[in-house]
Structures are given as C-alpha cells and as structure tokens.
C-alpha cells in the first residue's frame, strides 16, 4: 500500500528501558509529523520534520524524547529511560508540498507502547 | 500561539437524530480549519477542511462545518447520523503559512440504535 506505516504495531517495555519507533511516511511527502495520543488528552504535537529544514522539537515533553529523519524519508523516534507516563499511541503522519499550510494529513495506524 | 477547545469529550445520540459537534479556537493570525475523524481501531482521516472561500464545507458522507469567524467556531454538523458514524472526532487549527497543526482533544460520538 502507498500510505503512512509505523513499526511496531505494539510494544511493550520494561519502566528504564529505550525503545525505538519507526515511521515511513508517503513516498514524496517532505513534511512529517510525531504526536502522541493519550486517553483523554488528545493528539499532542511531537515534533515536525520538513525537507531539510532544522525541525520543529517544541513539543517533545522532556530530553529522553529525541526524533531523527534519515534521507528525507524514514523517521525514528526514541524515547530513553521510558516511565510509565510515557505509554500511549504515538502516531506518524506526513503531507505534501507546497507546504504553504493547510495541507492534509495522512496518518498512520500508530504504535502502541506499554510501560510496564 | 494557538489553540482548540472541543468542551464535549462524548455525545450520545440516536440513530437518524441529528449532531452537533463543538469546536472553537483561538489563534493571533488567521488560520486554516480541519475536522479528522478516527473510526474504532483506525488511524486518522481527513473528514472536511476550510481553507478558503465559501465557509460551509462538506464531506462526502453528510457531515458539514461552518467556519464562524467572528465567534472562532468551526463546528460540525450532520441532520441525521448512522451507526457507522461512531467514532471520535477532532477539531485541528493551522495557522496561515505554517505547516504546525494543533489538535483538540477530541469528540467521541456514540450513535444509539
């Protein structure tokens, strides 16, 4: 299929442990978008790549959440030391140029993490 | 900065009633509109979107939102909903120019039998 894919669908970890979560985006969409969806809070604003451009790190809640995109395509977000607080669904989403605003996002299906 | 307020978390409603579904925001510049949609154990879609021109948009399943500036509102509407409709909704602003999406926290809509 040609939409937004996240790796792995599910995990479960270990409270101190470090995970990693993948994202593809759309092949040719140069902006990309990490948030995190808790109960009741919902979609809070990771961070946002776009092209080359230094990203958008606003919203990442603490220095234990670092996000990386290699090539302009495939992103990784990793969270170190994870806590209990950090369990949710963190979902990926990407969209197209021209990127003047008020462009479509396209999500992917999320993954859900589990801080035991 | 800025935000989005969806003041109801759930709304129950009968099959074939008609919904209305809140959302305001606040923003210092003028901004871009969206209503996404989330059906039980399925990523986020696109619903509708105001972007320009007139300011009642629609989508393709019945549902239509009105962009009200002077009150900041942008809530969404359908005169009568299926079960299919269950799902949670969310309310997103874009300001003019940035790509940065702000979301609220999202309406669950419960159609009855």
């Known amino acids: 299929g040609a939409g937004v894919s996240q790796s792995p669908s599910n995990k479960v970890t270990e409270k101190g442990k470090d995970v990693e979560l993948r994202c593809d985006p759309i092949s040719g969409h140069t902006a990309l978008y990490w948030y995190r969806q808790s109960l009741g809070q919902g979609l809070e604003f990771l961070i946002y790549f776009q092209g080359n451009s230094a990203p958008d790190k606003s919203g990442l809640p603490s220095d234990r959440f670092s996000a990386e995109r290699t090539g302009g395509s495939v992103s990784t977000l990793t969270i170190q030391r994870t806590q209990q607080e950090d369990s949710a669904v963190y979902l990926c989403?990407?969209?197209?140029?021209?990127?003047?605003?008020?462009?479509?996002?396209?999500f992917g299906p999320g993954t859900r993490l589990l801080v035991l | 900065a800025q935000s989005v307020t969806q003041l109801d978390s759930q709304v129950p409603v009968f099959e074939e009633a008609p919904v209305e579904l809140r959302c305001n925001y606040s923003?210092?510049?003028?901004?871009?509109l969206f209503w996404y949609v989330q059906y039980p154990n399925q990523g986020l879609q696109l619903l509708l979107k105001?972007?320009?021109?007139?300011?009642l948009v629609k989508s393709i399943n019945g549902f239509e939102a009105e962009f009200n500036k002077s009150q900041t509102s942008f809530h969404l509407r359908k005169p009568s909903v299926h079960i299919s409709d269950t799902a949670e909704y969310f309310c997103a602003v874009n300001p003019l120019g940035y790509q940065k999406v702000t979301f609220g926290t999202g309406t669950k809509l419960q159609v009855i039998p």
């Open positions: 989403a990407s969209s197209s140029p021209p990127l003047a605003g008020g462009e479509t996002q396209y």
């Open positions: 923003s210092s510049v003028s901004v871009y």
């Open positions: 105001y972007l320009s021109g007139s300011t």
